[in-house]
């Protein structure tokens, strides 16, 4: 019970402080462009609105009827809510940051109590940058590679067959590095290489032609912003939790 109370403590802790520094984060990176390319959207919502039926185009991955912007999930019908600028958005933005923070914070401290079981020794905040900078190449990097982050406006492929891709690369990615980490072989090593490289050899989804009034030096720079916050957010994670956790594991030897 004081090992899961310590794995407990140590995610919601260093899940609340990483979100809300990820939170802090993100106003001075991804906000600021995702409010530029909403004004591109828009803009382009009104321009279709404004343009005869029988004059519009039928662009791929649009539904004109319903106003889904393609598979990316933009839903900009009537009876979309979506939360004021300002402090709601932010709000939600900060409240959702912690949640995901506390949830991988949990998967992180559940490995390093595996791993401490295992070893008898403490995870030290070193490995545990390790281990979140694994997080980040496992999350972040290797379905970046294939699916880079969209801003609204831009088509995207089906979501059901980008998720199922980037579920694939995720599982692809996390495997083969446990490989080459842990099993210290050349067929492990082998298998794990051919792993990582799997899904990209596959290939995402992707649509054949995008059309888009979003300029592409905006998603460029939106693609960079959110790579680094996701490493910002990895890096922090895995240090602070494995020290979390340490402490209270520690704390909790000591009091037995």
């Keep these: 019970m004081s090992t899961f109370r310590s794995i ?9 402080i990483v979100g ?14 995702i409010l530029k390319a909403e004004v591109f959207e828009k803009a382009a919502e009104a321009h279709q609105h404004d343009t005869p039926a029988t004059a519009q185009p039928a662009a791929a991955g649009h539904d004109h009827a319903g106003h889904d912007h393609g598979a990316g999930g933009h839903d900009h019908g009537a009876g979309a809510w979506e939360p004021r600028d300002g402090f709601e958005r932010n709000a939600y933005t900060a409240a959702a940051n ?6 991988f914070a949990l998967l992180l401290a559940g490995f390093f109590a595996v791993r401490s079981g295992a070893t008898g020794a403490l995870v030290s905040w070193h490995e545990g940058l390790l281990w979140g900078l694994a997080g980040f190449a496992v999350f972040t990097l290797a379905p970046g590679l294939g699916l880079p982050p969209e801003l609204p406006g831009v088509p995207a492929a089906p979501l059901l067959s980008r998720q199922i891709w980037w579920l694939a690369a995720v599982l692809a990615t996390a495997g083969g590095l446990a490989l ?25 989804p992707e649509l054949a032609n995008i059309e888009t009034n979003v300029p592409s030096s905006l998603t460029h720079q939106f693609v960079t ?15 602070l939790t494995s020290a979390m ?6 704390g909790a030897d000591q009091r037995t």
């Design 98 to 103: 912690i949640l995901t923070a506390i949830g």
């Design 180 to 204: 080459i980490a842990f099993r210290r072989s050349v067929p492990a090593a082998i298998a794990g290489v051919i792993l990582l490289t799997l899904p990209h050899l596959i290939g995402a």
């Design 8 to 16: 407990v403590f140590a995610s919601v802790i260093a899940g609340f």
């Design 20 to 33: 809300l520094i990820v939170t802090v984060v993100q106003q001075f990176g991804t906000v600021p462009l």
């Design 225 to 239: 912003a959110v790579t680094v916050t996701s490493l910002v957010f990895w890096t922090l994670l895995g240090g």
């Design 245 to 250: 956790f340490a402490r209270f594991d520690r």
